[in-house]
């Protein structure tokens, strides 16, 4: 699966990336990139620090990331061996049911996934050899109940503009590993 | 690493910041007040508050989910269990006990033994009907409504 770092046969096909942070000189940052979704698909959040490759225009790419999560977890939810419960492949899964589906990984990036059962999706992708970012997702998660829920000022459902939750978040990306 | 274990009611209810129970009772009582001088129907009043309540679960809804790490309840026994036991110890400090379980285990009843909204309060006759805490059944609706079970 390559999205970031194919590409269609317009543009020639470059060489991976090398895993950034660590060997290029990137400003201590470790992710590449962050989204947040909400149940409906609304791409509240799309952050990036470092990526090279751009081959979608910005809204066809979320709406690109959040189908590919909204099936990645029904197929795996489906193709638990060891859940009993397991409706037809084309019903619409409820954010928490079935088995949670968390990260890939493949030779140039991993991409790390967390949802609550409200239905906000965090995409976290970054270099290949992170370890398991569930605690750092759940503490982004934090973050956004913290600068963005609380304050009275922000409608839900409509695109993050808050800088202090950017700011934050830019600083605890810093120190991930 | 295996995702976190959800925290009881007491373990978050002492992480959490908290805020003085007098100054929360006479808040509320002063905004049930000026809303009974603004719109005098008392009707007006409870579908207000309950506007009110629903703002805010829409958004309470993911603070609880990020502090409590509960996952997702399976039947609505466990919610009202989860409700009771977890979320309002978490924001309102006192557990509720779940009663009144109907045949199908469609409906049941929340009482809150302590309830820190009305400490100090005496509904006088002219305002028979008000339903002075129903801030409190628009934060659930609104709560539960963010994990709606119906796309």
Redesign the interface.
């Given at each position: 699966m390559q999205f970031f770092g194919g590409s269609t046969a317009v543009e020639a096909s470059p060489a991976p990336a090398a895993p950034p942070g660590t060997l290029t000189g990137l400003a201590g940052n470790n992710a590449n990139v962050l989204y947040i979704f909400n149940?409906n698909g609304v791409c509240l959040l799309y952050r990036e620090w470092h990526r090279p490759l751009r081959t979608l225009d910005a809204a066809q790419d979320q709406k690109l990331m959040f189908g590919l999560l909204f099936s990645l977890r029904s197929f795996t939810a489906k193709m638990d061996p060891t859940s009993s419960e397991k409706g037809n492949l084309g019903v619409?899964l409820?954010?928490?049911?079935g088995c949670?589906f968390h990260s890939f990984r493949t030779n140039t990036y991993k991409l790390s996934f967390m949802e609550?059962?409200?239905?906000?999706k965090l995409i976290l992708v970054t270099h290949a050899k992170t370890s398991?970012l569930?605690?750092a997702l759940?503490y982004i998660?934090?973050l956004?109940?913290e600068y963005v829920?609380?304050n009275p000022l922000y409608v839900?459902g409509t695109p993050i503009k808050s800088e202090l939750f950017n700011t934050n978040l830019d600083q605890y990306v810093k120190t991930l590993i | 690493?295996a995702?976190?274990p959800p925290r009881s009611g007491d373990a978050v209810f002492a992480n959490i910041e908290r805020v003085n129970a007098e100054l929360f009772s006479l808040t509320y009582g002063a905004i049930v007040r000026q809303l009974l001088t603004d719109l005098e129907e008392v009707d007006e009043v409870n579908k207000q508050l309950d506007q009110m309540g629903y703002n805010i679960g829409?958004?309470l809804?993911?603070?609880f989910?990020?502090?409590s790490n509960?996952?997702?309840c399976a039947d609505f026994k466990e919610t009202a269990d989860v409700i009771a036991k977890v979320g309002f110890k978490m924001f309102l400090g006192v557990t509720a006990s779940v009663t009144n379980w109907d045949a199908d285990g469609m409906s049941c009843s929340l009482i809150l033994e302590d309830n820190p909204l009305v400490d100090f309060v005496e509904l006088p006759d002219t305002c028979q009907g008000l339903y002075y805490c129903n801030i409190l059944s628009g934060v659930i609706r609104g709560a539960l409504e963010?994990?709606c079970?119906s796309?």
């Open positions: 149940r619409p409820l954010p928490g049911q949670s609550s059962p409200s239905g906000i398991d569930r605690e759940r998660y934090n956004y109940v829920v609380k839900p | 690493m995702p976190l829409v958004r809804i993911d603070e989910l990020a502090k509960v996952s997702r963010m994990l079970t796309y």
